[in-house]
C-alpha cells in the first residue's frame, strides 16, 4: 500500500485497504466498527471507579464463567457497532449462541468483548479481540464458525492499557495503531509489526505447574534451569492474566505465549476459544512473522466444532515455539550441546 507513515489515521489506513483489494472492503467496515466502539469502551475503562463499579458481578456466561459489569457493557457496545457494519452474525464470549443481525451481509464476526476480565476493577490492561470470516449463508448459522481459522479475511485486538491501542491484521503484516485521545483516532504506530525469531521471555501461569502436560512441564523446567540447562540461556518471566497484554508485548519484543491443555476439570483444551482468542492471536502473530500451535497442529488449521470450543496456544518467537513443539513430539531441544552436556558440572566444559 502506498502511504503508510506513521501517524496514519485509521481512516485512511482503511481507506487504502479497500482501494488495494476490494474483497477486503467489508472486512475494513467492520474494524472501522470495532474502533469506533473500542473508543466507547476506552472512555469507560478509563473512567475506572469514578463510573461505578465495573467488576461487579452478574450472570454467568455460555463458559461457565461470572460476567462482570464490563464485559456486560463491552458486548452491548461492540455488538451495536457491528449492526451497523456487514455482518450476518456473531458469535460472542457473551452469547450462547449464534446472534443473527443482518443474514444477507457478507461477513462472520468472532469476538470477544472484553478480555483479561480478571483484571477489571484493578486499573490493569484489558481487552477485545475478534475473527473476521466470510458469511455462509444459510438455516445453519454456525457453518461460517466452523471454518479453519486460515479463512479469516482479517484479525486484530484492542488493549485498553496505559495507551488504548489497536493491532490488526488484513493478511498482509500485522499494523499497531494507538488511540490519539485529543483528536478521537486511532494513528498508526508500526506499519508492520516483526516478532524477533529468538527470545528470552515466557509467559505461562506457573500456579498450574503440576496440571500441565509433560511436555511443558519439560519446557518450563529447562527454561528455569536457564544457563545450567540446554538451552543455554537465562529466561525472564512475565504473565499479566490478560491474553491481549501478554501478546502485546510478545508482538512487540518477541517471547513465547502458553495456555496449554492441563488435567484440571474442562481444562484438557486450556482456557482460551478458538474463535474469538486463538485464531485471531494466531494471525496476528504469523503476520508478524512468529508462530501459533496448539502443540501438534498450526492453530490456523483448527476447525472449531462448536462456537465456544477452546485449544491450547503456544505463540511467538518462532524458535521458542519450535522448541515446545519438539517436546510435544517427544524430543529435546538442540541448543549447541545434549541435555547431558547442558548439565552444569557433569560433562560441561
Ligand atoms: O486466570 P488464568 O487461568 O491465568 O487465565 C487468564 C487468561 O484468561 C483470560 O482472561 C480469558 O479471557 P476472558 O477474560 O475473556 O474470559 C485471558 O485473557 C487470560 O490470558
Ligand atoms: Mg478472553
Ligand atoms: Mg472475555
Known amino acids: 500500500m502506498a502511504d503508510l507513515a506513521v501517524g496514519t489515521p485509521l481512516d485512511s489506513y482503511l481507506a487504502q485497504v479497500m482501494q488495494a483489494d476490494a474483497g477486503l472492503r467489508d472486512a475494513a ?50 455488538t ?53 470470516r466470510p458469511a455462509i449463508p444459510g438455516d445453519d448459522v454456525e457453518a ?11 484479525a486484530g485486538f484492542v488493549s485498553y492499557g496505559p495507551a488504548t491501542a489497536l493491532i490488526v491484521t488484513f493478511g498482509q503484516g500485522t499494523q499497531s495503531f494507538v488511540l490519539d485521545r485529543e483528536q478521537g483516532q486511532f494513528r498508526l504506530t508500526s506499519p508492520a509489526m516483526k516478532i524477533p525469531a529468538a ?30 540447562g540446554p538451552r543455554d540461556k537465562d529466561f525472564n518471566m512475565r504473565w499479566l492474566g490478560s491474553m491481549v497484554a501478554d501478546i502485546q508485548r510478545v508482538l512487540t519484543r518477541g517471547g513465547v505465549f502458553l495456555y ?21 492471536v494466531a494471525m496476528l502473530i504469523e503476520q508478524a512473522g512468529g ?39 517427544g524430543g529435546k531441544p538442540d541448543a549447541g550441546r545434549s541435555p547431558l552436556f547442558g548439565q552444569r558440572g557433569l560433562i560441561r566444559p
Not at 199 to 221: C, G, Q
Open 29 to 78: 467496515a467492520v474494524v472501522a466498527a470495532v474502533a469506533e466502539a473500542a473508543i466507547e469502551i476506552s472512555a469507560v475503562i478509563g473512567r475506572g471507579a469514578l463510573g461505578g463499579d465495573l467488576a461487579a458481578t452478574g450472570d454467568q456466561n455460555s463458559d461457565g464463567d461470572v460476567q462482570k459489569a464490563l464485559d456486560v457493557i463491552a458486548h452491548e457496545r461492540v
Open 80 to 132: 451495536a457497532a457491528l449492526r451497523g457494519a456487514p455482518v450476518a452474525t456473531v458469535a460472542s464470549e457473551e452469547a450462547e449462541g449464534v446472534m443473527v443481525l443482518n443474514p444477507s451481509a457478507p461477513l462472520a464476526v468472532a469476538i470477544d468483548p472484553l478480555d483479561g476480565s480478571s483484571n477489571i476493577g484493578v486499573n490493569m490492561a484489558v481487552g477485545t479481540v475478534f475473527g473476521i
Open 144 to 154: 461460517s464458525f466452523r471454518t479453519p481459522g486460515t479463512t479469516q479475511l482479517a
Open 199 to 228: 527470545a528470552k521471555e515466557y509467559a505461562i501461569n506457573a500456579s498450574n505447574t503440576r496440571f500441565w502436560d509433560p511436555p511443558v512441564k519439560a519446557f518450563v523446567e529447562d527454561c528455569l534451569r536457564g544457563t545450567e
Open 260 to 280: 496449554p491443555g492441563d488435567s484440571r476439570k474442562g481444562y484438557a483444551r486450556g482456557r482460551l476459544r478458538v474463535l474469538y482468542e486463538v485464531a485471531p
Open 291 to 329: 508462530a501459533a500451535t496448539d502443540g501438534q497442529a498450526r492453530i490456523l488449521d483448527l476447525v472449531a466444532t462448536g462456537i465456544h470450543e477452546r485449544a491450547p496456544l503456544i505463540c511467538g518467537s518462532t524458535e521458542e515455539v519450535d522448541c515446545v513443539s519438539t517436546y510435544y513430539a
